[in-house]
């Protein structure tokens, strides 16, 4: 007999138990015993100084590269930076090249704007260079958005040598690459490049956030750019009516880095995810069918599974809960409706005991539509 609460793989957010309530209670406190008002008043529209540069420390820790506060910009997290990057790089009518499979709330947020976007392939490696330069022979772009670092929802990295190859091209046609890189501290050191901006600080705006090593109800993340970019985008009108994103949680944030709290809680996560991560992908290769295919990745939240191609992914989706388990179907990454035969599961929320659970569940669906 089934258990039939559904455990949904498709969630791919941190795992609510392992949330750090307790931390920012101390460091709200911390910051809130000081006299100091300056954080419940409007702020400035890139973020304080002072948490940018605390920010900026961290990440140059965290990162292994430096990192300097005035290429630094505070947003209300990464979906917050690409809109506003939409809205303030692009005009109407430009184009904008997007991975294909690529995050599926990217897409929503492209849509929101006026720009045309041409999809560009991914494989095992990442972004698929050559298939970029044959989309440039026909479109200049004005941006590349990628994930280039444990991508969502493949997993993969983007090679070193295409990184070098992206950042030439993007030279020799003149456009700007959006780095959406939250996963960048989630995975292994050593699968980990450096960032994108390391091979061209000029072309790439570094999209990071705090909802993956910290919490995404902080709503709080950055846009890591040259100077005159982030002039650019400091001036946008909804920051000059509002002022910076949220001033008293940048404020709050500042103490919980100050107190060391941050980095301890990011090695913690670390490891939590790691055993997570090892954990589904070894009950993957003991419960499903061998003409199932997936990655292991090496970092991120995702594994993206590869299902031949008589299986359509989306009557398979409505036939999961009846196993008890979920999964986001291939179509929603793609704005071409494609990655019919492929799902996305994540390992991020779960503990090893319903992952393992969950991993049955699906191994035991497919068994018997194979
Ligand atoms: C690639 C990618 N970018 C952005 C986000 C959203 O980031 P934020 O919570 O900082 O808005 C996610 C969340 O899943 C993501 O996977």
Known sequence: MLDHDVIDLGIGEPDPAALPLGQ????????LSNADTAPLRYGPEEGSASFRAMLAEFLTRCCRVPVHADHLMITAGASHALDLVLSRLCRPGDAVFVEDPTYMFALDIFRDR??????????????????????????APRLVYTIP???????????????RRLMELAVEHDFLV?????????????ATPPPLRTVNGERVLSLGSFSKILGPGIRLGWIEAAPHHVARLRDAGVLHSGGGASPLMAAILESLIDLGFQDRFLGDLWEIYRARRLHLVDVLRGVLPAEVRFTTPQGGYYIWLELPSRIDIMTLSTQAAAYGVGFRPGPLFSRRDEFTSHLRVSFSFYNEERLSLAGERLGALLRSRL
């Open 24 to 31: 920012l209670r101390q460091a709200a406190a911390h910051r």
């Open 114 to 139: 006026p720009v045309r976007l041409v999809s560009v392939r991914v494989d095992e490696h990442g972004l698929d260079v050559d298939d970029l330069e044959r989309m440039l022979a026909v479109e």
């Open 149 to 163: 670092v444990f991508h969502n929802p493949t997993g993969v990295t983007l090679s070193v040598q295409r990184r």
């Open 178 to 190: 959006v780095a959406d890189e939250v996963y960048q501290l989630t995975g292994e050191r050593d």
